[in-house]
């Protein structure tokens, strides 16, 4: 008698074990999805609430649709004044901090000198400190000089921690930076300040912009140094903190939205010039 070999039939995956074989492909994305969700909700809110029609003071609880916050985005009394002057010492830090930063960043990857290792250690300070330290030192420092607090006092502050990440951010672009190229135009003829006009320069710029952007969003965010330093100037954090201890407007959730759109455009046309940068080089 002759037997045929039947191969054995093989059965299909369970229910768990097709869950499980989804849930491995895609838990990385399903738990970026619920990481930025989290990061975003309270962003959301402030944006939904921007256009909430409180009966009160408070601004808590959705009682109705409006656009009459936006139009009317300065109605509060010492708003205005407060994010203008906001404005003014966030543009005048990040422009002086990221000018300071790049010259220190350029002087610390290219350059010798006698104290560059404790110049390293001086610029991450700030950055490790508490701001309450930082800005109780700054108090301080200016108590001692007879300094009167007002617009210098804060500007002079919101440079002094704002350098440090601009140090940090241009460095970390010229320690990957190809000297061969600076080079190779000054064997063509051209000089130091050429060959940093047409060659280090347009090659850091996305470093450079990067530092300006960062020291502005954080300069403009500041509470706790500005506070220490401020004297009788009301900043934008300050005015908000005043203001939700005798109510919440919906004009700072205004401002706060304007604000994160603004940054969030920003950031997104530097992505969109470095890739079409990155599209021409290729």
Known sequence: MSTVAVPARRERPGFLAAAWAFVKRHVLTVYSILFFAYLLLPIAVVVVFSFNNPTGKFNYTWQGFTWDNWRYWNGVPGIQGAIVLSLEIALLASLVATALGTAI???????????????????????????????A?????????????????????????????????????????D??????????????????????????APAILAALLLCFAISIDDFVVTYFNSGNRITFPLFVWGAARIGAPP????????????????????????????????
Request: aromatic share 10%.
């Open 105 to 135: 960043a350029l002087a610390l990857v290219r350059y010798s000198f006698r104290g560059r290792a404790s110049t390293n250690i001086l610029i991450f300070l700030p950055l490790s400190a508490p701001e309450i330290v930082l800005g």
């Open 137 to 177: 030192s700054l108090l301080t420092l200016f108590l001692n000089l007879n300094v009167v607090f007002g617009f210098w006092t804060i500007l002079i502050a919101h440079i002094m921690f704002c350098i440090s990440f601009a140090v940090v951010t241009v460095k970390a672009r010229l320690v990957g930076f």
């Open 179 to 204: 000297r061969h190229l600076e080079e190779a135009a000054m064997d063509l003829g051209a000089n130091e300040w050429t060959t940093f006009r047409k060659v280090t320069l347009p090659l850091i």
């Open 251 to 282: 004009q700072v959730n205004v401002i706060g939205t304007a604000i994160f759109v603004i940054a969030l455009t920003a950031m997104l046309v530097n992505v969109l010039v470095q890739m079409r940068r990155s599209k021409g080089a290729t």
